[in-house]
């Protein structure tokens, strides 16, 4: 066990290495920063690297196989409402306790912020049921997409502009790094008792469906409530001396041991339920996911406990400062450049990755998932950029993706739609929600412009770009395939002349 959280630690600590060192250059170049920040900045770096080290080693121990094994149990019941009535369930309690979500209800205002939670929690139980029937009935993914994204796009045509940009980020904050790894098992599971060829193509999928539950109750709360521009500004802790930081981190430390034990608490007691019932799991199994689920604790208090305290200060600043220089255009690069690498820093990627590789049989490798995952979230920060600088509505840039993204996947295989559509979720993670968007406040507070329209948006467009970039990898891959087997084939009818040459050579008498 020592020497697999080492190999998780190392692998954290080249994902978290590149944008640490990029916010760096930036903070000693065009963007200064107080010594204070710099501060909270590296001990959140380190608290960083450990967190997502402990974090992505329990998941693997703890929450994959137990979403797997609930996964195909639910799929062995006999009774459909009563297995679309869990999902539902696992749905809710799952995203409701998901800490993303309840930053980005303080970040709204008008709404009640138990109103918007509980909103979107049904949003994804709904979406997850759907899911389920989906599997049941075999009906290919984009299919499915194209209906629902038509049916939110409608309704966002009587939803207020200055709250389209929000609903679709909830989209990408409610698959945050508890409900992924779940989520992901547990389609997986559902999947794996099927022998069919389909049955690698439906284990993706789920969180694809079950982002849009977030976006259409948002958009639908949007039109029973007017939201206003006002929203909260990131508090910044007054740091002196390296006793200040630390006193910072020991204050937010204590809020998220509080706030994850809240937020694993449903899944554990679940899995606690499901062990009960079922005995799926023998004694050494049993303990390995204990302990797994303490690794996952610890992981996610010290990850968010660093995004948080260290990150998303420095993101408000940094923004603030390039937008306020007359160099106020470097943001869009910079801003590629920051997303390239920042999602490689998302814990729940590193999860998503593996399980793309395994169920692949290694044809869909980790490098490319994270290739692509990298180049979709880097244009889709510059032009969340670009929107801050000239105002352009998101909806000029959102519809056009994902209608593009979309008609691709009627001309790739079913499995890429799948990872590209989970993936778009999955990039929007954390990372995005604590150092993205106050980047983007901050920018857009320096500009003077609207943060509901303008700031906001940010996490949709991470959520929107990998769909096209995954997909576009998938369709390469489909036609090399296609290409090589052309080449197969004349090579094979080749060799066929040939042998008929020769055999009407011998048979034929020579003049």
């Not at 290739?371 to 244009?379: D, F, K, Y």
């Amino acid at each position: 066990m020592g020497g697999q959280l080492k190999t998780k630690i190392n692998e954290s600590l080249a994902s978290v290495l590149p944008i640490t060192g990029i916010i760096l250059l930036l903070s000693i170049t065009v963007a200064p920063l107080d010594a204070g920040v710099v501060v909270l900045f590296l001990f959140g770096s380190i608290l960083l690297v450990f967190g997502m080290g402990l974090f992505t080693l329990g998941a693997d121990m703890a929450m994959l196989p137990m979403g797997e094994r609930i996964g195909v149990q639910i799929s062995k019941g006999k009774r459909a409402p009563l297995s679309l009535a869990i999902c539902f369930l696992l749905g809710l309690l799952i995203t409701v306790a998901e800490p993303d979500l309840t930053v980005l209800a303080t970040q709204i205002p008008t709404i009640p912020n138990m109103t918007l939670i509980l909103a979107v929690g049904v949003g994804v139980g709904a979406f997850l049921a759907i899911s389920m029937l989906r599997m049941l009935l075999q009906v290919r993914l984009s299919h499915l997409l194209v209906f629902f994204y038509a049916v939110v796009f409608l309704v966002a045509t009587f939803a207020p502009n200055s709250f389209i940009p929000a609903a679709f980020d909830s989209g990408g904050v409610t698959t945050g790094p508890i409900t992924v790894p779940f989520i992901m098992a547990f389609g997986i599971g559902m999947a794996s008792i099927r022998s069919d060829r389909r049955s690698s193509e439906d284990s993706f999928g789920l969180i694809a469906v079950c982002s849009i539950g977030p976006i259409l109750s948002v958009l639908l709360l949007g039109i029973c409530y007017e939201p206003s521009a006002e929203t909260s500004a990131v508090s910044f802790y007054e740091i002196i001396t390296t006793k200040d930081a630390v006193g910072a981190f020991g204050g937010a430390l204590v809020l998220y041991l509080r706030e994850v034990a809240a937020a694993l608490l449903p899944i554990v007691g679940i899995c606690f339920l499901f062990q009960l019932i079922f005995r799926r799991f023998q004694r050494a199994q049993l303990h390995r996911i204990v302990v797994g689920f303490f690794y996952t604790y610890a992981g996610l208090v010290c990850f968010l406990t660093g995004v948080n305290v260290g990150f998303m200060p420095a993101g408000q600043l940094i923004g603030g400062e390039i937008a306020g220089s007359s160099c106020r255009w470097l943001l869009v690069p910079i801003g590629m450049l920051v997303g390239y690498f920042i999602v490689a820093a998302e814990p729940a990627v590193h999860v998503l990755k593996k399980q793309v590789e395994e169920i692949s049989n290694g044809s869909i490798t980790q490098k490319s998932i994270g290739l692509g995952l990298s180049a979709g979230v880097s244009v889709s920060v510059g032009i969340a950029m670009l929107r801050i600088l000239t105002g352009i509505s998101i909806l000029w840039f959102l519809a056009p993706g994902y209608i593009l993204s979309l008609v691709i996947s009627f001309y790739v295989p079913p499995i890429y739609t799948g990872i590209a559509f989970d993936s778009g979720g999955v990039a929007s993670g954390p990372m995005t929600a604590t150092f993205l968007l106050p980047l983007a406040m901050g920018a857009c507070g320096a500009l003077g412009g609207n943060m509901m329209t303008d700031a906001f948006g940010i996490v949709a467009m991470v959520a929107m770009t990998p769909l096209i970039t995954i997909q576009t990898i998938g369709l390469i891959a489909e036609l090399r395939r296609r290409n090589a087997g052309k080449d197969l084939v004349g090579q094979l009818l080749n060799t066929e002349d040939c042998i008929l040459y020769f055999d009407l050579e011998e048979t034929v008498p020579r003049p």
